[in-house]
């Protein structure tokens, strides 16, 4: 069956770095975009980006831009999401999803990664 | 970006009633070229990444109850839950894919009354 597998909680100092991986299982990687979400403490969800597994594109929010990174390992089937500068507004609870074949929807999501941000 | 507006922000229905939830976007959902609406529906219960409930704004996901169901075109888009069960308490979101930054409403919570 179709398992996005996302790394631990990470807590991060102001100004920081962290990196959440994405492992795939279950299905042909490079037939789905995965695509990142986060959601702040009881707040809700809000979209970061996507990558296609297969050339590797990318596409950010505006609102991310020069902050994020999105790249793959297509030997591992393993996606990686790399936010710099980190704030504490960027506390969340990080989530892949892949989606939809056929495009649109995130049909199966990972169980989410918690980023806490704290000097 | 295109704003999705959810209604109510919570919402409280007996057992075995119907609860219905609205969305509406800043702009149209509707892709001429393939004659769908870029809109889908996600459950999300504490503690849990969200559920893809409904796509293209009316196909049910496999698997996903047939008390569920989506309607609306456009600009206006309605989530429908006949039949409440105890185990549909959680939040409601709709979500645009038409274009980039795709964009969630708020969120609409659902209780037991």
């Known amino acids: 069956q179709v398992q996005l597998v996302q790394s631990g909680a990470e807590v991060k100092k102001p100004g920081a770095s962290v990196q959440v991986s994405c492992k795939a299982s279950g299905y042909t990687f490079t037939n789905n975009y995965i695509h990142w979400v986060r959601q702040a403490p009881g707040q809700g969800l809000e979209w970061m980006g996507s990558i296609n597994p297969s050339g590797g594109s990318t596409n950010y929010a505006q609102k991310f831009q020069g902050r994020v990174t999105l790249t793959r390992d297509t030997s591992t089937t393993t996606v990686y999401m790399e936010l710099n500068s980190l704030r504490s507004e960027d506390t969340a609870i990080y989530y892949c999803?892949?989606?939809?074949w056929g495009g649109g929807a995130y049909d199966s999501w990972g169980q989410g990664t918690l980023v806490t941000v704290s000097s | 970006d295109i704003v999705m507006t959810q209604s109510p922000d919570s919402l409280a229905v007996s057992l075995g009633a119907r609860a219905t939830i609205n969305c509406k976007s800043s702009q149209s959902l509707f892709y001429n070229s393939n004659n769908k609406n870029f809109l889908a529906w996600y459950q999300q219960k504490p503690g849990q990444p969200p559920k893809l409930l409904i796509y293209w704004a009316s196909i049910r996901e496999s698997g996903v109850p047939d008390r569920f169901s989506g309607s609306g075109s456009g600009t206006d888009f309605t989530l429908t839950i006949d039949s409440l069960q105890a185990e549909d308490v959680a939040v409601y979101y709709c979500?645009?894919?038409?274009?980039?930054?795709?964009?969630f409403g708020q969120g609409t919570k659902l209780e037991i009354k």
């Open positions: 979500h645009q894919y038409y274009s980039t930054p795709q964009t």
């Open positions: 999803a892949r989606r939809r």
